[in-house]
């Protein structure tokens, strides 16, 4: 007999800095809540697992200015999922929030609420910010420290604590006092929400690099990625799966899904002609120049976006490069600029590409199910760049054929997020 093919997950992620596109003439409001419900809506009439928010508590600058494609005015997430739960049945809700930014009791408490407010559809995102912004905005001295872990540390201790709190209420329904005392937190009493419909909300968590990917082994259900390639997306889920038996845990208590834009086309040359037009909204020639001077650590403002990269090297002590070593990035930069002839902006469009999924619906069909058979994903968070409309097309063109494929269900078989993740509830340890 030949065995079932394997289901995909299918999830959606909005509003995504450097994707999401707000001055396009098809782009709709980000705050009014009829493009919140039209989004939910399509997701679950697609029988998506979730739609995640994304967390914005402070706008990002640039020389002083509001990053370009930065969104101003993207409401609380935590505010508007309870609404999106008025008017959904099955959609799971998921919201990205930071443990820098929040307590340990408040966002536990907010999330448990909200999985009794939807019957069991909520899930939370763990996010390290280290965003200054947000910090000044809730006056926060500084910010986790990733170099010594301290972030790493403080996040871990905050789901733990979460844990202990959502565990503080017996399955039939009886209170107990909850204590914790640890390196950055210190509560104790009794939690006011009883053990939520799925014991507790799904943990969502992002991972790229080592300390992520550990992190997430030990204490995720689903995990988020950016992986671009097939080969890519099968080292990563070969490198966390085998991390697991550390923390007393299987594979299949783990979702392994990979963020993607889609761009459709009747064929794949248009959907690739789409594709390009897109990647130069995304990528304005003031968003080229704020990339570039966010890794020289210079002031470029001078440089023309359509012309060479500056001949000066990055200053590392300014650049913003991240965990990279600036002076080995630019000179990667330089060389993908010097073999392909790009431009300032076309360099910074080729080298900041999500490599989304890109072709006629038959075409991303049949690389999306390629892609889980061969286990480089459980499924795929899309990440539209349009609101409130982006997802329209993915569900009534591709879905179908997925569904037809056999690799995606044809109606939800039970009520909870973890139900469409299949995963078990986690077992009370009060």
């Keep these: 007999m030949t065995a079932a093919p394997q289901q995909m997950h299918l999830a959606a992620h909005f509003p995504v800095d450097d994707t999401t596109v707000w001055d396009d003439p098809l782009s709709g409001s980000q705050i009014e809540f009829a493009s919140f419900a039209h989004l939910a ?35 609380d997430p935590l505010t508007v999922l309870p609404a999106l739960a008025a008017v959904t049945d099955r959609l799971g809700l998921a919201a990205s929030a930071g443990a820098a930014l929040h307590e340990p009791y408040e966002l536990a408490r907010r999330f448990a609420t909200l999985d009794h407010l939807s019957a069991g559809r909520s899930a939370w995102n763990v996010v390290t ?4 912004f947000a910090s000044e905005n809730v006056r926060r001295a500084g910010r986790p420290d990733r170099a010594d872990g301290d972030g790493y540390a403080r996040t871990a201790e905050f789901v733990a604590a979460a844990r202990g709190l959502w565990d503080s209420w017996t399955p039939d329904g009886a209170p107990r006092p909850f204590a914790h005392r ?10 006011t929400v009883p053990r939520s419909p799925q014991g507790h909300p799904v943990v969502i968590r992002t991972a790229d690099g080592a300390q992520d990917r ?8 689903v995990v988020l990625t950016r992986h671009g390639t097939p080969r890519a997306g099968r080292a990563f889920c070969a490198d966390v799966r085998s991390r697991l038996p550390k923390y007393g845990r299987e594979p299949g208590e783990l979702r392994i899904m990979p963020r993607t834009g889609v761009v459709l086309g009747d064929s794949d040359a248009q959907a690739r002609e789409r594709a390009a037009g897109i990647r130069l909204q995304q990528v304005s020639p003031q968003y080229a120049i704020a990339a570039l001077e966010r890794i020289w650590g210079r002031d470029l403002s001078s440089y023309d976006p359509d012309g060479p990269l500056p001949a000066c090297d990055p200053d590392p002590t300014a650049s913003r490069a991240g965990n990279g070593d600036a002076l080995a990035l630019a000179a990667r930069w330089r060389e993908l600029s010097r073999e392909k002839g790009l ?19 038959e075409t991303v069909a049949a690389e999306m199910a390629r892609r889980v058979a061969t286990g480089a994903a459980d499924g795929f968070v899309l990440v539209p760049h349009l609101t409130p409309g982006g997802l329209d097309d993915f569900v009534d063109r591709v879905v179908p054929l997925l569904q037809e494929r056999g690799v995606f269900r044809t109606a939800y078989t039970g009520s909870t997020l973890r139900s469409h993740l299949g995963l078990a509830a986690p077992v009370w340890k009060g």
């Design 182 to 191: 640890g390196r950055y937190f210190s509560a104790e009493g009794e939690f």
């Design 129 to 132: 910010s280290e965003d200054p």
């Design 41 to 75: 809506r399509t997701a679950e009439r697609g029988l998506f697992d979730f739609l995640l928010l994304a967390e914005g508590p402070g706008l990002r600058e640039h020389g002083g200015l509001v990053h370009d494609l930065d969104v101003a005015g993207r409401p």
């Design 343 to 361: 431009s300032i902006r076309g360099t910074v469009i080729e080298a900041t590409d999500r490599r989304p999924l890109v072709g006629s619906p």
């Design 214 to 221: 550990e992190f997430a082994a030990a204490a995720a259900d």
